[in-house]
């Protein structure tokens, strides 16, 4: 994916001092393309077999490629039973608010029925899988727990264990595979943004962490899904990803992937991510925040059709320049966009919505910011729970760990 510089715009002074403060080491990741790493859904030599004679549905939206074709048009070519398509949160071309509605419908191209995982039908249902033998799941992840993907990889999981069905999983690179970072969920806030005791950051790709929900008994009753992952080919967790397609509607860009799991933080706040302009999740921004060098005015468009501050113009921050510039060398979450906007929100005791404690996956994130807990001791209050996942993660690992 084509990185657009902004010159323009450039990052307030003291977060580039504060980058250089905590600590910021250059790594050496090697950056690789589509082009570089064949992904699972390119090796149809080792999946096809599996779909002989067999009725398939697909969880497929726009980043279900094959070297610029669909997923769904490339198996309907080549002659597999492709029964039904279901589609997850943003719809199967990825055009759909997040949040919204998704509907079910025909797809023009193929006739195929497009059922939405979304909403109130998040699973599908045993009427939907009786005239299927094995679903494939195939879609771009970004490896951050509220990233709701992986609700969906979940709940297919569970379809499949519960009516016997087979799941293949077609593998891609995690664009943040190269670290693990943030609180460890806590079963009190499970929700869509997350079911299982997860970091914000995984540091596993799409069929890793199947494996590990598969692994660890986190279905229903403990069930067990008949899985099967076709890998990545050339693939290291030490490896810069560029997406060759935009994972969902307000991620465009590399700067907002790498970004996403610090900035995804703010949906439970009042502050805007940039929703309705050019540069989501690389701006933060609200109509009273003090003491910044940056506005923008949110408008509808295309996946923000009611943008938060619709018409307002917000004062913030830009961090597009730290998001391609910075986040590849570190190998955390920035806690102090966050703890910093906060501060200079004039009124801030509604600065926190009931969502919040959902993305963070606890309670106490929220009471260490009001109570004006620095940075480095909540990140070390995450450690115990941390070490204990990367205990339990490397027993999922398909490729070479990072260093």
């Known amino acids: 994916m084509r990185?657009?510089?902004?010159?323009t715009l450039f990052l307030v002074a003291i977060l580039s001092l504060n980058a250089v403060a905590q600590g910021i080491t250059q790594i050496n990741n090697s950056i690789k393309t589509i082009d570089d790493?064949?992904?699972?859904?390119?090796?149809?030599?080792?999946?096809?077999?599996?779909?002989?004679?067999?009725?398939?549905?697909?969880?497929?939206n726009q980043s279900s490629n094959i070297k610029n074709t669909h997923l769904v048009d490339s198996l309907v070519a080549l002659g597999v039973n492709v029964k039904k398509v279901f589609c997850p949160e943003h719809g199967?071309?990825?055009?759909?608010?997040?949040?919204?509605?998704?509907?079910?419908?025909?797809?023009?191209?193929?006739?195929?029925?497009?059922?939405?995982?979304?909403?109130?039908?998040?699973?599908?249902?045993?009427?939907?899988?009786?005239?299927?033998?094995?679903?494939i799941f195939d879609i771009q992840d970004v490896g951050v727990r509220f990233y709701t993907y992986l609700s969906t990889l979940h709940y297919v999981m569970e379809a499949c264990a519960e009516n016997n069905k087979t799941l293949i999983v077609l593998d891609r690179p995690n664009p943040n595979g190269y670290y693990i970072d943030g609180p460890v969920m806590e079963d009190a806030y499970k929700s869509f943004l997350g079911l299982h005791p997860v970091p914000i950051v995984y540091g596993l790709t799409i069929g890793e962490y199947a494996q590990m929900i598969n692994g660890?008994?986190?279905?229903?009753g403990g069930l067990k899904c008949n899985l099967k992952v076709i890998v990545l080919n050339n693939y290291t967790h030490s490896d810069f990803y560029e997406l060759p397609v935009r994972p969902s509607p307000n991620l465009?860009?590399?700067?907002?992937?790498?970004?996403?799991?610090?900035?995804?933080?703010?949906?439970?706040?009042?502050?805007?991510?940039?929703?309705?302009?050019?540069?989501?999740?690389?701006?933060?921004?609200?109509?009273?925040?003090?003491?910044t060098n940056y506005t923008f005015t949110p408008k509808p468009k295309g996946g923000a059709m009611e943008p938060k501050y619709n018409a307002q113009v917000c004062n913030g921050y830009n961090l597009f320049n730290f998001g391609t510039e910075y986040m590849k060398n570190t190998k955390k979450i920035y806690l102090y966009w966050l703890i910093n906007t906060y501060k200079n929100t004039p009124d801030n005791t509604s600065f926190f919505d009931e969502n919040f404690n959902y993305h963070a996956g606890n309670a106490t994130l929220q009471k260490q910011i009001k109570e004006n807990i620095d940075e480095e001791a909540i990140r070390k209050s995450w450690q115990p729970r941390l070490d204990k996942f990367k205990t339990i993660r490397k027993k999922y690992l398909l490729y070479k760990d990072f260093e």
């Not at 990185?3 to 010159?7: D, Q, R, T, V």
């Not at 660890?216 to 229903?220: D, I, M, S």
């Open 3 to 7: 990185i657009y510089k902004i010159y």
């Open 37 to 60: 790493i064949q992904v699972g859904a390119d090796r149809t030599q080792d999946y096809l077999p599996l779909l002989k004679n067999k009725s398939v549905a697909i969880v497929a």
């Open 92 to 135: 199967f071309r990825g055009l759909v608010d997040a949040g919204k509605k998704v509907k079910t419908y025909k797809d023009v191209k193929t006739g195929l029925p497009i059922i939405s995982l979304y909403g109130k039908n998040k699973k599908p249902a045993a009427l939907d899988l009786k005239d299927v033998d094995v679903i």
């Open 216 to 220: 660890e008994a986190w279905l229903t």
């Open 252 to 291: 465009p860009n590399m700067a907002s992937v790498y970004l996403y799991p610090s900035l995804g933080l703010f949906e439970g706040t009042i502050v805007s991510v940039g929703r309705g302009t050019d540069l989501p999740f690389q701006i933060i921004g609200h109509p009273t925040l003090q003491k």
